[in-house]
C-alpha cells in the first residue's frame, strides 16, 4: 500500500511541475497582454475622434476579456500544481513566533 501511495506522490509532483510551468508561461503572457492594452488605450488617446474611441471599444469589449479568463484559469492552474505538489501556501497554521529582544 506504502508503495502505491509513493508512487502515486510521485506523478502528483511530475503533473505539477508541468503545471506550474504552464501556470508560469501563462500568467507571464496575461502580464504582457494586460501590458499591450495600455498601450493601445495610449494610442486611442493621441488618435482620438472616432477612430481611437473603436480602437478603446475593442480593447475593451474584445481583448480584455480574454485576459481577464485566461488569467483566471491560470491562477487555477496554479492552485492546482500547488495542491498537487503538497504545498498548502493558502492555510493559516499556528506556528510559533519568534520575537525580538526588543519585542518582548
Sequence with gaps: MKNILNK????????????????????????????????????????????????????????????IYMSTTMILLGLVSMYLAGEYALTSSKKKETHSEGER
Excluded at 510521485?10 to 496575461?30: H, L, N, P, Q, R
Excluded at 488617446?45 to 476579456?65: E, F, M, Q, S
Design 8 to 67: 502515486i506522490s510521485e506523478v502528483c509532483k511530475k503533473i505539477s511541475k508541468v503545471t506550474k510551468m504552464i501556470f508560469g508561461y501563462g500568467v507571464m503572457i496575461a502580464l504582457f497582454a494586460g501590458g499591450l492594452t495600455f498601450f493601445g488605450y495610449v494610442a486611442a488617446l493621441i488618435i482620438g475622434g472616432d477612430t481611437g474611441a473603436l480602437i478603446a471599444k475593442v480593447i475593451y469589449k474584445h481583448i480584455i476579456p480574454v485576459i
